[in-house]
């Protein structure tokens, strides 16, 4: 079974630019979250999917942070602009099912580098 | 409301074991731990779950005592392999909608 996808793996960008992040979940997981992890840190939630839905986007920037999922599969997350503290590493983590004995498997996650 | 792991960090010799903990203010149902080396996504290790039974996995187990709202994960006769940074995750919605709120990590370093 194909892990969680992601692009791309590193990113420099300079502040006030903009930068999109891609995630193709395991083939079958309805949910999708996006965590953001700075360094030394634990991952933060940012965005959770279920399907094409929000869940839970408490967390989420909302003045610089937006994410999609339009089709229940793949998903983007776009920071516009982007400012000094963004940097960290962006992971995107899917999940099977709600239930027991469920968890979360990660990607390799997008090192984001604001210059 | 973010767990609390203790230690920070240890150093351990090849074969020695180590104990890391996972303290929650908060009513658990669930604690997830995974390990991340550097550079790479955390991988996931072992879920335990609110009157579930104690987990283990080869030289790996861990407990969850739900009186303290803590879980422990346990290694034993630790390898090289075993070096990395712990987390625990830990889902306090019995409603089960998957969030998990994650600890600032445990580092671990297994010298030969």
């Known amino acids: 079974e194909a892990g969680v996808a992601q692009s791309p793996r590193y990113k420099i960008i300079e502040k006030r630019q903009s930068v999109a992040f891609w995630c193709n979940p395991i083939?079958?997981?309805?949910?999708l979250y996006w965590y953001q992890q700075i360094l030394g840190q634990g991952p933060k939630l940012l965005i959770q999917?279920?399907?094409?839905?929000?869940?839970?986007d408490s967390q989420l920037p909302k003045d610089r942070f937006s994410a999609e999922r339009l089709k229940g599969v793949d998903s983007t997350l776009k920071i516009q602009p982007a400012k000094l503290e963004d940097s960290a590493v962006y992971l995107c983590?899917?999940?099977?099912?709600?239930?027991?004995?469920?968890?979360?498997?990660f990607g390799p996650g997008t090192r984001l580098l604001v210059l | 409301q973010q767990p609390v792991q203790s230690p920070q960090a240890v150093i351990l010799r090849e074969g020695e074991d180590a104990v890391i903990n996972c303290s929650s203010s908060?009513?658990?149902?669930?604690v997830h731990w995974y390990r991340q080396k550097h550079g790479e996504a955390p991988v996931f290790l072992m879920i335990?779950?609110?009157?579930?039974e104690q987990k283990g996995h080869e030289k790996i187990s861990a407990s969850f005592n739900e009186k303290k709202q803590q879980s422990s994960l346990y290694l034993t006769a630790s390898q090289l392999s075993y070096s990395g940074t712990y987390f625990c995750?830990?889902?306090?919605?019995?409603?089960?909608?998957?969030?998990?709120?994650f600890g600032q990590g445990t580092t671990l370093q297994v010298k030969p």
């Open positions: 983590a899917s999940r099977r099912r709600q239930g027991p004995q469920e968890t979360q498997y």
């Open positions: 083939s079958g997981h309805a949910t």
């Open positions: 999917f279920q399907n094409n839905g929000v869940v839970d």
């Open positions: 908060k009513a658990l149902y669930s």
């Open positions: 335990l779950l609110k009157g579930g």
């Open positions: 995750g830990t889902e306090s919605d019995s409603s089960n909608t998957g969030k998990l709120i």
